[in-house]
C-alpha cells in the first residue's frame, strides 16, 4: 500500500537521452522521497538534470531505467488528474490575454464554471498580492509581477503539489529577494508541495525544508540535508550561524559532485 503522505517517490531512475550525436544520460540511478508539505529545493551545475527531474515528475519527460511515483501512482496519471502545477523558468503568459485571463487558461481547459473561473482567479491573485492588476496586460506588468501571475495561474486549480523551474533566476536579487519571502508565505498558507529549481545556494538554504545537491552529468544525488531553520524566516536569517552552516553543507555537496565526475 503507497505511503499517503509520499508525494514523489523514485527508486534507481535514470534518463537517457538519444541524440545525433550519441546518447546522453542525464539522470543516473537517483533515489528520491518527497513527502506531502515539504518544500524541496533542487541545486547542481548547469545540466546535472534538475530540471529534468522535474520533467519526468510532470510526465514531460519519460525514464528509460528505475521507477518513479507521484501521489502513489504514474506521473501519466498524476497529470491526467491535474495532480501538479507547473511554473517555467520565464512568466510564458500570453500576450494577448490579460493578466486574468491568463491565470483563466487552465481552470477554461479544465471546464470550470464562469463563476467559478472568476471566484478563484480574484482567490489566487489576492495571494500572490496582484488584486487590481486583473485587467492588466503582461507587457504592463514588471518581470517580478510577471512571475508571480504565472504562480497564481499555477495555483488557480489548487493542485497539491507546485514544480517550479528557477522561476526567479532572472530577476535582480532585491525582486528575487521580495518574491523568496512571498514564496514562503504562501508555501505557509496553502501547505503544498514544493519542489523548486535553483542555481543559488543562499536561495535554496532560505526556502527549502529539504535540500537536494546534484552531480554534474550524468544526474545524481550527492547529499539530501535537511534543514533545522525554524519555519518562520525572516531574511537576516541569512546571516545566522545555523544558516552559513545548511549553506556550507551544500557547497560541500556540490565539490564532492564534481570529485565524482573527475574521478
Known amino acids: 500500500m503507497a505511503d499517503s503522505t509520499r508525494v514523489v517517490s523514485a527508486k534507481g531512475l535514470g534518463l537517457t537521452f538519444e541524440t545525433g550525436d550519441g546518447a546522453v544520460e542525464a539522470l543516473s540511478n537517483v533515489d528520491l522521497d518527497i513527502e506531502k508539505g515539504e518544500f524541496v529545493s533542487f541545486i547542481g551545475p548547469s545540466g546535472c538534470g534538475k530540471t529534468t527531474f522535474l520533467r519526468v515528475v510532470a510526465d514531460l519527460e519519460q525514464p528509460t531505467a528505475g521507477t518513479i ?3 502513489g501512482t504514474t506521473p501519466e496519471k498524476a497529470r491526467k488528474d491535474r495532480a501538479y502545477g507547473y511554473v517555467f523558468q520565464a512568466a510564458a503568459l500570453y500576450p494577448w490575454r490579460t493578466i486574468a ?8 481547459i479544465m471546464g470550470y464554471s464562469k463563476a467559478e473561473q472568476g471566484r478563484r482567479i480574484a482567490a489566487t491573485l489576492e495571494m500572490v498580492n496582484l488584486t487590481g492588476f486583473e485587467n492588466k496586460y503582461p507587457w504592463q506588468l514588471s518581470g517580478g509581477m510577471q512571475q508571480r501571475a ?4 499555477a495555483l488557480a486549480f489548487d493542485a497539491d ?3 517550479m523551474d528557477e522561476p526567479f533566476g532572472a530577476l535582480d536579487e532585491i525582486v ?6 512571498q514564496l514562503l508565505d504562501l508555501w505557509a498558507k496553502t501547505e503544498k ?3 523548486f529549481v535553483t542555481h543559488s545556494i543562499p536561495e535554496a538554504v532560505y526556502l527549502s ?3 537536494v545537491v546534484m552531480s554534474p552529468r550524468p544526474g545524481r544525488v550527492t547529499d539530501v540535508i535537511e534543514s533545522t531553520l525554524p519555519k518562520e524566516r525572516p531574511l ?5 550561524p545555523e544558516f552559513l552552516e545548511i549553506a556550507a553543507r551544500v557547497r560541500e555537496g556540490l565539490r564532492a559532485g564534481h570529485s565524482y565526475e573527475e574521478a
Open 69 to 71: 511515483t507521484v501521489n
Open 101 to 108: 485571463r491568463n491565470v483563466a487558461l487552465p481552470l477554461e
Open 150 to 153: 504565472s504562480i497564481a495561474r
Open 161 to 163: 503539489l507546485l514544480l
Open 176 to 181: 528575487r529577494d521580495h518574491l523568496n519571502e
Open 193 to 195: 508541495t514544493i519542489c
Open 209 to 211: 525544508t529539504k535540500i
Open 236 to 240: 537576516d536569517i541569512r546571516e545566522t
